[in-house]
């Protein structure tokens, strides 16, 4: 996933991949009905709208057979002018990023945690850029450990060139570094397929993450229309 250059040693690299290579062989298919888990959980979706979805993903929870510690979603669609009070979940607190201004669609991040979690939003970690959106805060354990847990959604732009994209790694990069210096969970769309394995872009969105040793976990397609499937989402756990 590195280009040859003075930054990764061959060791670092050789590690990288490595450690990629386990936790993807290490991965097992589930679904919402049979997964069950004693660690820390996380669901990811993106909702394409509460007004028009949140009635129906309610619907699809009542199927699960876990409880969830964190429900994430992007592409809220929601405005600064909801009432977010008509969007609850019995037995979790809730924090929302409302969508950009001059956006109908397309943005909007949430975050559902159970209500007995010490979890608080963080600004630092919480943005609106023009390339993406983040929402996320840090999980505190009884032993004393920090978790940041955060969701991302990347901007659709279909006009970007080269120093647009220029520009939304170095804005990653940033956020990235704000993230890993505890153990993090990062889930989200990053509209990036990564089936594309000769696409620059894509190449360099993998780069980055692991260069954090962060590692994206779907490897499946997440994205399905009627000629084509894409891992568009993501869910990234810090090594």
Same mark, same amino acid.
């Given at each position: /996933?590195?280009?040859?250059?003075?930054?990764?040693?061959?060791?670092?690299?050789?590690?990288?991949? %490595?450690?990629?290579?386990?936790?993807?062989?290490?991965?097992?298919?589930?679904?919402?009905?049979? /997964?069950?888990?004693?660690?820390?959980?996380?669901?990811?979706?993106?909702?394409?709208?509460?007004?028009?979805?949140?009635?129906? /993903?309610?619907?699809?929870?009542?199927?699960?057979? %876990?409880?969830?510690?964190?429900?994430?979603?992007?592409?809220?669609?929601?405005?600064?002018?909801?009432?977010?009070?008509?969007?609850?979940?019995?037995?979790?607190?809730?924090?929302?990023?409302?969508?950009?201004?001059?956006?109908?669609?397309?943005?909007?991040?949430?975050?559902?945690?159970?209500? %007995?979690?010490?979890?608080?939003?963080? #600004?630092?970690?919480?943005?609106?850029?023009?390339?993406?959106?983040?929402?996320?805060?840090?999980?505190? !354990?009884?032993?004393?450990?920090?978790?940041?847990? !955060?969701?991302?959604?990347?901007?659709?732009?279909?006009? =970007?060139?080269?120093?647009?994209?220029?520009?939304?790694?170095?804005? $990653?990069? #940033?956020?990235?570094?704000?993230?890993?210096?505890?153990?993090? $969970?990062? =889930?989200?769309?990053?509209?990036?397929?990564?089936?594309? %394995?000769?696409?620059?872009?894509?190449?360099?969105?993998?780069?980055?993450?692991?260069? /954090?040793?962060?590692?994206?976990?779907?490897?499946?397609?997440?994205?399905?229309?009627?000629?084509?499937?894409?891992?568009?989402?993501? !869910?990234?756990?810090?090594?």
């Amino acid at each position: /996933f590195f280009d040859v250059d003075d930054t990764y040693a061959p060791d670092d690299t050789s590690d990288v991949l %490595h450690a990629i290579s386990n936790t993807l062989d290490n991965c097992t298919y589930t679904d919402t009905v049979s /997964f069950s888990s004693r660690n820390l959980s996380a669901y990811f979706l993106n909702i394409d709208g509460f007004k028009s979805n949140f009635e129906e /993903f309610l619907v699809h929870k009542a199927s699960f057979n %876990h409880i969830y510690d964190f429900l994430l979603f992007a592409e809220t669609n929601l405005t600064s002018r909801d009432r977010l009070g008509n969007y609850n979940i019995p037995g979790y607190k809730h924090l929302c990023l409302p969508n950009c201004t001059g956006k109908v669609k397309g943005a909007g991040l949430s975050i559902f945690f159970r209500d %007995h979690l010490d979890f608080t939003q963080s #600004n630092e970690l919480t943005m609106t850029n023009k390339y993406f959106q983040s929402l996320g805060g840090t999980l505190r !354990l009884s032993d004393g450990q920090h978790i940041n847990i !955060l969701v991302l959604y990347r901007f659709h732009n279909k006009f =970007a060139d080269s120093s647009w994209y220029d520009e939304l790694f170095d804005s $990653l990069d #940033n956020l990235l570094d704000r993230i890993t210096s505890t153990n993090c $969970l990062l =889930a989200g769309d990053f509209n990036f397929d990564l089936l594309s %394995h000769n696409n620059k872009y894509v190449q360099r969105y993998l780069n980055t993450f692991c260069s /954090f040793g962060l590692i994206p976990l779907i490897s499946l397609p997440t994205h399905f229309t009627t000629t084509s499937s894409t891992p568009y989402s993501a !869910l990234i756990p810090l090594l």
